[in-house]
């Protein structure tokens, strides 16, 4: 597809993330551009409050796009999100896409489609948030319907830090914790580099991987009819798309034994 005709993804992001472009960029190439709006430095304020402000600033933050014509927004900041209950962040998105006149989704909702599109009920959390945040992550998750059976809590060195854990570290910290094969793993945070580790832990069994990132790519696709599992998608969105298909077999054949 040439450049200039193919399908715009806005992109909102808090301004230290490094994580969340890349990622999503590489999920979506080379079907879409993606266009960027960061959220601003926020002085003074402590992770909550900047949170909180992130819901506020939102409207203004998309308007920085001007007159740029975006087919589908996603706001890549979980955090900010988790703070709303899942029915107040899907008022806030339709207000936003109404104004946009195009879809937004927050990439906490964006996860919320990708685990029913896998069938998922039941979720282990891989967090690097520090302990409140993950604790408001496990509620939202929760409040939609989908239970949490464990938490592994991932560090970057001593500190809880999404965007100072390294490929090793997390590797590490979730072949630690010896997860079920069948289980879903939920990588939480768009800031967190996922992509080398989700890389070497697939080939330990048959987890369910999702990640911020990648719920948030194949949103974009599903909203704008794009299959993930093209031959041009990414592997781990056709990773996904295996899972969803697995289901639809299951499904089908329950459906012709009874």
Request: aromatic share 6%; charged share 20%.
């Amino acid at each position: 597809m040439a450049l200039h005709s193919a399908p715009r993804l806005g992109v909102v992001v808090p301004s230290g993330n490094a994580a969340a472009e890349p990622e999503i960029g590489s999920l979506v190439s080379p079907e879409f551009n993606v266009h960027t709006s960061r959220f601003p430095v926020l002085p003074g304020k402590d992770l909550r409050g900047r949170l909180e402000k992130y819901n506020d600033l939102l409207p203004e933050v998309l308007a920085n796009f001007g007159g740029l014509r975006l087919d589908a927004t996603v706001v890549a900041c979980t955090g900010s999100h988790y703070l709303l209950t899942p029915e107040g962040d899907r008022a806030l998105c339709a207000e936003l896409s109404e104004r946009a006149g195009a879809p937004v989704r927050s990439a906490a909702l964006a996860i919320l489609d990708t685990a029913r599109a896998v069938g998922a009920e039941r979720l282990v959390l891989i967090s690097p948030y520090e302990p409140w945040l993950t604790e408001l992550s496990r509620a939202y998750w929760e409040s939609a319907g989908l239970e949490v059976d464990r938490v592994v809590k991932i560090r970057a060195g001593a500190r809880f830090s999404p965007y100072d854990v390294t490929t090793g570290e997390l590797v590490a910290q979730v072949r630690e914790a010896e997860l079920p094969e069948d289980a879903v793993l939920l990588f939480t945070g768009t800031g967190m580099f996922t992509f080398d580790a989700l890389a070497e832990l697939g080939r330990d069994g048959a987890h369910t991987l999702l990640t911020s990132n990648l719920a948030s790519a194949w949103w974009a696709r599903d909203a704008l009819g794009l299959p993930a599992e093209g031959a041009d998608a990414h592997p781990l969105l056709r990773r996904l798309a295996e899972r969803t298909g697995a289901r639809s077999a299951a499904g089908s054949a329950v459906v012709a034994s009874s």
